[in-house]
């Protein structure tokens, strides 16, 4: 292994009585004559002989027809009409940590619009020297960066606050994308727009909309706003989808997605929160006594296992089993990610396949052995903050069951003899 | 800036009379009353009132319609039969480093196969301990890694031996992508198959083949083999595109395109390289004396600048103007990017937007001024073992104009006046 490996590593033994087992052993089946041949390896096959398709057909490609249940998934009972509406990534069936744009979360309040470039503007006003209209040309014009980031919709787990509500790990989890933005730094705009020159930054605010109807405002801290915030343009290498804001979206790293504002529209230099729709009636978390929280937009490190889990069931045997999943933090970098079998009581330390970078999706395995006893998987983060992910019950002791956002706790899949696993909460 | 800034920081004076001059400055204009107001700002836009698309119509997204010249490109000029072909990355369009699947390069000898994971084999055989078969199941049994890693066509930049020939970035560089590539590592499965009892490694080598009906069957030495090559069957994310080797490809970092076998079928251990047809009448280079060159697997190290280019052109004003392209290298990270304005004749180091990583795409920054003057746009890349990218003369010199493959010379943009850019040759 070239890659940093924290967890035991299972020897090439265990894999020759394990994998062989399965099914990797039909060749010396076949010469002993004790297995069934395998038309597959036996016989020749039509796509051996025959032309496959040609490249034309494909000038911007979509995944193969077996591949047509890997999409997002939208829920109608979620929000009050389906064009007010959200969708969640099969992270169930992905793998590594980049989120293809065709399959990444995104969530709207009033659809998704269709902007092009020639009629993009954003204006940034307010408490500047010189207030600014930027085309996006003008944009393409200034110093770019580029950035790997998780986005995660407050609501992310939402559902799970009551109890283990649903079986799969793209509804559970599934609102979240990680992908690589190219954009410029919002500071750099604002600097433009003669922020320097006006006062003490330290009581400024941002107050940001989008060209659509919702405009979905949000106040956001001049010192986030001049730290890490981009104002970006491409995804993945390529353009924004429609659904993700193009052409220009605000990213804002590690923070709550609502806040990351697509078809970017106007940049407010306010003195103060503006407290719009969108941070006082929605993405609040009513704690027991029925007062709100104030201010919660970084997203607590979490981790969720994509497989095994509900929608991805062990279907092979027993032997090496490989344990996966994500996780992240709004904080800063993932450091280590725990796995248990047995519901937290014990846990074993996951190999990270890269080490992990500030406010993007970590991707560890657990390269493990299963014989069909039953599991009740759970994976734990831990952050370059020292923070440590935290059961449900330690997350209620403060929190309540009133909120909808901010749930970012163990989770539990119960893994069954046959293989399938089962969204339960543990105690 | 938080990322590495190795070239000349502009001044943020510059961009305010850069920017502004180019339409930044509306609002104040529109305040003085000097400029026509522009009913982008001053009149309600129909995307601000009414309701966008819902994300049930994009349970797999494709780009906004706007952007629906960014595609791949095939030329039919280039290979016999269309259905033998090979298309290009719209390099010219992108920005960052990762290729999205559906914009990423491939080419296939015999079209692209249609193969199911549950009908997938792959034999492992030759001088080995123990033959065995793999199904889709097992490989997924096996410790995984995540690499992003570069693959480029040994053609890429081929036609232009023999001066300027393509009008584009794309044309002349776009046989290249960039993915997150998650699979098993080739070792792990020959150390499966026992091949650590079969003899010296060192005179061993593998002879791999695809699906297809081409198989295009190519030799490898062990000692790559052993190394980082990998079994890839997920790329940035989710499942190989079809025409990307779906259900598993080979990875081979660093080398050759067409040694990344796809629809993986068979490994054979041999004691020598096997001279297929594709690693002697094809895919060699031809010296101006008639021998060819004997095994040239790694691509050397490469620059390109993607915009300005022919394909995208300088469309805005005097003043701030991003000098952007990909550098890569077969033999390790890219460590410097250079930039010329005149031809080669001055330098100026150009911004890697990240540190270079192994075998992977570097993009670059050259944040700089335009006022009109013509240009002979040039990148050059250097790369950690001290390699720094030929001119083409200097490659002529060594290698004659025979060649078709493994041309990774210096590359010149003639840029005028008017924003437009040309492939030209300098010498």
């Not at 025959?50 to 027809?65: F, N, Q, R, S, W």
């Amino acid at each position: 292994m070239t890659t940093s490996f924290k967890g035991p590593k299972p020897s090439r033994r265990q894999f020759l009585s394990g994998a062989a087992a399965a099914g990797a052993g039909a060749v010396a089946a076949q010469a002993s004559g004790a297995a069934t041949p395998d038309p597959l390896i036996t016989e020749v096959q039509p796509w051996a002989t025959g032309l496959g398709e040609g490249v034309d057909a494909t000038p911007y490609g979509l995944p193969i027809k077996y591949e047509s249940h890997v999409v997002r998934r939208n829920v109608e009972w979620l929000t009050a009409d389906t064009i007010s509406s959200i969708n969640f990534t099969p992270i169930h069936a992905l793998d590594g940590t980049i989120t293809p744009q065709g399959c990444a979360f995104e969530r709207h309040h009033s659809g998704a619009i269709e902007l092009r470039k020639e009629d993009y503007r954003l204006m940034i006003n307010g408490l500047v020297d010189k207030p600014l209209i930027f085309t996006y040309a003008d944009l393409e014009r200034f110093p770019r960066e580029q950035h790997v980031y998780f986005c995660e919709c407050a609501a992310n787990t939402g559902m799970e606050w009551a109890g283990a509500q649903l079986n799969g790990a793209q509804f559970t989890h599934g609102m979240i994308h990680n992908m690589e933005y190219t954009g410029v730094p919002l500071r750099t705009l604002l600097q433009e727009a003669g922020l320097d020159a006006a006062g003490d930054l330290e009581d400024k605010w941002i107050y940001v909309e989008g060209h659509d109807a919702s405009s979905n405002g949000r106040s956001i801290p001049m010192s986030k706003a001049m730290d890490d915030c981009l104002v970006a343009f491409k995804a993945n290498g390529e353009a924004l989808r429609k659904e993700h804001g193009y052409p220009v979206r605000l990213v804002v790293p590690g923070w709550e997605g609502n806040m990351w504002v697509k078809w970017l529209r106007r940049v407010e230099v306010v003195d103060g929160p503006v407290e719009s729709r969108e941070e006082t009636s929605k993405y609040t978390d009513t704690l027991a006594n029925g007062i709100s929280r104030k201010w919660t937009w970084v997203m607590d490190a979490k981790s969720v296992i994509t497989s095994p889990s509900p929608q991805s069931p062990i279907q092979h045997g027993h032997g090496p089993l490989v344990i996966t999943g994500l996780a992240w933090s709004g904080h800063g970098a993932i450091t280590r990610v725990d796995v248990s079998k047995d519901g937290g009581k014990t846990w074993e330390t996951a190999r990270l396949a890269k080490p992990g970078e500030k406010m993007a999706l970590t991707r560890f395995y657990l390269d493990t052995t299963w014989n069909g006893e039953e599991m009740l998987l759970q994976a734990r983060a831990m952050d370059e903050t020292g923070y440590v992910q935290p059961t449900k019950e330690q997350l209620r002791e403060i929190r309540g069951e009133n909120s909808i956002y901010h749930n970012n706790c163990i989770q539990t899949w119960h893994v069954k003899p046959n293989g399938e696993a089962e969204n339960v909460e543990v105690s």
